[in-house]
């Protein structure tokens, strides 16, 4: 007896995954006498000697340079309070827009309540105080389309290398798509288009385990719009923006 599982499975909360004290605990994962036990939902990820779950759910941890998609929450007196789907709330100072805005202006012109925006952060300090800055080129208020919401784990799987994933999904329905590291995505385009797209979506976070995956998504867009896609990798690295 040692490793029970395997690479890539689903795992519960108390699961044995080995039974051989040459394992090593890795990140939701725990001891308990010559076992190792997942202490969390998750898919077992083995390296080496040491198994770590990676979690299925869980809020985004704000990194300097991500792009995320936010929703404005408060409207204060040098910018907005801004909901990233974190456990910690960011802030966009007047002072990072485009626009010079001055002092003591109305500021619900530029961003209302409930407006939602595609923001880049700048500071993440000790304290989990996040700075976020909109004066780059496609950081906007969003209008139109739709947001939804994915697993943030699931967020690079739905990018693909280089953005091939999104890029294959753009070009299949003709979908204006961003998608936020912090798990929230912008989807816009025809109405039935817009429903392809994010099915396809939804497929990929349900699916993003299972090998096989771009092909699978390949055969599920060309039969859903009648589009033949090309495999083509993507010049250049994703961005969000594109």
Known sequence: MALIVKDKDVVVPGEILADDLGFIPGYGTHRMQNKLMASRLGLVNIEG????????AGKYLPKRNDIVIGRVIDILMG???????????????????????????????YFD???????KIVNVTSQN????????????????????EVNTHKVPRI?????????????????RIIVGQNGLIWVDGEPAKENIAVTAIEKIENESH??????????FLENATGVKLSMDDPKGD????Q
């Open 129 to 148: 105080l996040v700075d976020l800055s909109v004066r780059d080129q496609g950081l906007r208020k969003i209008r139109g389309g739709r947001i939804i």
């Open 49 to 56: 000697k040491v198994i770590k779950i990676i979690p299925l």
């Open 113 to 119: 309540l409930d407006d939602y925006l595609v923001a």
């Open 79 to 109: 910018g907005w309070r801004v909901e990233i789907n974190s456990p910690y709330s960011a802030m966009l100072s007047s002072k990072e827009t485009p626009e010079f805005i001055e002092k003591n202006e109305d500021l619900t012109r």
């Open 210 to 219: 299972m090998s096989g995956l771009t092909e699978r998504m390949k055969e």
């Open 238 to 241: 994703y961005n969000g923006l």
């Open 159 to 175: 990018i693909g290398k280089k953005g091939s994933m999104v890029s294959m999904i753009k070009q299949a329905t003709g979908c």
